[in-house]
T-cell receptor
């Protein structure tokens, strides 16, 4: 069964810093990997989707990379802002369970003004 | 627009009472629809998914059930709630297996 791990569980940085969030998964047979943002008490907002054939995706200050063979993905946030404070979740969609995303437990990010 | 509506936003129900949570989607036809539960301090757990009207797959045994009476409507139900059913319930959609998933704003259920 696919297991997704996110490290660190919590992160606090001063405004303006660049930061990296990590996601690892045990089964590399994936269709895609998706990064989400969740604000307290809210639903998930999709940030980036990386197909299994891709190595990275960029959206604004966000850059996500994927190394499928090693089972790792990183989310890079440039020039962090207080508005980036949220929980960040990664999820993978497997070949053999195509109708299910496996989620990590998230990284809680606090950007201090 | 690929909008997902969930209601109610919050719900407090006594143990043993019934439950009905509704999810409707806009902007797409024949989406794959999902119900996830997020318990405090835990990751999201897939409860049900549906690839079409009347087609429901269950991922975990539980006292919950799901139905899809219309293409863009997905309902989560229970006949008798348990304390352990408390959590944050999220509806999601995607247009195919290898496409981006979108989530609703969730329903916070507290069973007392």
């Amino acid at each position: 069964k696919q297991e997704v791990t996110q490290i660190p569980a919590a992160l606090s940085v001063p405004e303006g810093e660049n930061l990296v969030l990590n996601c690892s998964f045990t089964d590399s047979a994936i269709y895609n990997l998706q990064w989400f943002r969740q604000d307290p008490g809210k639903g998930l907002t999709s940030l980036l989707l990386i197909q299994s054939s891709q190595r990275e995706q960029t959206s604004g200050r966000l850059n996500a990379s994927l190394d499928k063979s090693s089972g790792r993905s990183t989310l890079y946030i440039a020039a962090s802002q207080p508005g980036d404070s949220a929980t960040y979740l990664c999820a993978v969609n497997n070949f053999n369970t195509g109708n299910q995303f496996y989620f990590g437990t998230g990284t809680s990010l606090t950007v201090i003004p | 627009s690929q909008t997902i509506h969930q209601w109610p936003a919050t719900l407090v129900q006594p143990v043993g009472s019934p439950l009905s949570l509704e999810c409707t989607v806009e902007g797409t036809s024949n989406p794959n629809l999902y119900w996830y539960r997020q318990a405090a301090g835990r990751g999201l757990q897939l409860l049900f998914y549906s690839v079409g009207i009347g087609q429901i797959s269950s991922e975990v045994p539980q006292n919950l059930s799901a139905s899809r009476p219309q293409d863009r409507q997905f309902i989560l139900s229970s006949k008798k709630l348990l304390l352990s059913d408390s959590g944050f319930y999220l509806c999601a959609r995607e247009t195919g297996v290898n496409t981006e998933a979108f989530f609703g704003q969730g329903t916070r259920l507290t069973v007392v």
